[in-house]
Structures are given as C-alpha cells and as structure tokens.
C-alpha cells in the first residue's frame, strides 16, 4: 500500500527513528522522505544500529526523545 501522496495530510507531530546500519532497507532515506512530505515530522539518525534499534543496549528511547525535545517535559 503506498501512501506517499497522502504524507502530507498527516499533521500529528512525528518522530521517525532511522538506523544508519539497516541492512535490510535505506532506513535513513525513507525517513528522510516521509519526514520532508509531513508537516511536524522529525528525523533522528540512531548511527550504531541496525533494523531494529530499540532493542539495542546502545539505544535509550528516553535518552532519544530527550535530545530531540519531542516530548517537552520529560
């Protein structure tokens, strides 16, 4: 299903993670993409990670959300 057309449509604020060593697809530039088509969409570069990166000792979601200030407060 393609919904590269409708990405603009999409206003909720947005946090695409990317690993930079996914093997299995170009992470980085899908979420550069979608994130350049939706209005409130931000990008994070994880650079040590692969496909799956949340599961990864080398990546903190707080520590993630915290630096891109995508949850003010935390």
């Known amino acids: 299903y393609d919904i590269r057309s409708n990405l603009s449509k999409i206003n909720s ?14 992470s980085v530039l899908e979420a550069e993409f979608m994130a ?5 969409a ?11 990166p949340l599961p ?7 520590d993630i959300l915290t ?3 995508f949850l003010p407060g935390l």
């Not at 993670?17 to 996914?22: E, N």
């Not at 350049?36 to 409130?40: A, E, F, G, L, T």
């Not at 931000?42 to 799956?52: F, R, T």
């Open 42 to 52: 931000k990008v994070k570069i994880l650079e040590n990670v692969g496909h799956i």
């Open 67 to 69: 630096e891109t200030d």
């Open 13 to 26: 604020h947005t946090l695409f993670l990317a690993g930079r060593k996914d093997r299995l697809q170009n």
């Open 56 to 62: 990864s000792y080398k990546c903190s979601l707080l």
């Open 36 to 40: 350049s088509q939706m209005p409130n």
